[in-house]
């Protein structure tokens, strides 16, 4: 199992920045691929963006596309989403999760992941 703990959230106005972090503990050797998600009052969790902690490769929702990047330190065990250009319909709360076993499914899927974080409250005034 992969503990997760994400930090950075807070308020701030549309068209600033943030940056979260993601630190992962336990056994973090069985990480695939690690992802954020995030979920408004009232609406299911949605995808944001995922990043393979291997690779490095990454795949975003079309919502985030050029606005947000994700990245990774492996020896920090740590993933970084810098958001930029935020908009009042970010507010969310946002989550890290890791994929730890093998499986299909899709990269924007939540049951492709295993072990989610607590998430951290983001506010985007307007």
């Known amino acids: 199992q992969v503990q997760l703990v994400e930090s950075g959230g807070g308020l701030v106005q549309a068209g600033g920045s943030l940056r979260l972090s993601c630190v992962a503990s336990g056994r973090t050797f069985s990480i695939f691929t690690l992802g954020w998600f995030r979920q408004a009052p009232g609406k299911e969790r949605e995808f944001v963006t995922t990043?393979?902690?291997?690779?490095?490769?990454?795949y975003s929702a079309d919502s985030v596309k050029g606005r947000f990047t994700i990245s990774r330190d492996n020896d920090k065990n740590t993933a970084y989403l810098q958001m930029n250009s935020l908009k009042p319909e970010d507010t969310a709360v946002y989550y890290c999760a890791a994929q730890t076993r093998p499986n299909r499914e899709p990269m924007a899927d939540r049951s492709r992941y295993n072990d989610w974080g607590q998430g951290t409250q983001v506010t985007v005034s307007s």
């Open positions: 990043i393979s902690w291997s690779g490095g490769g990454t």
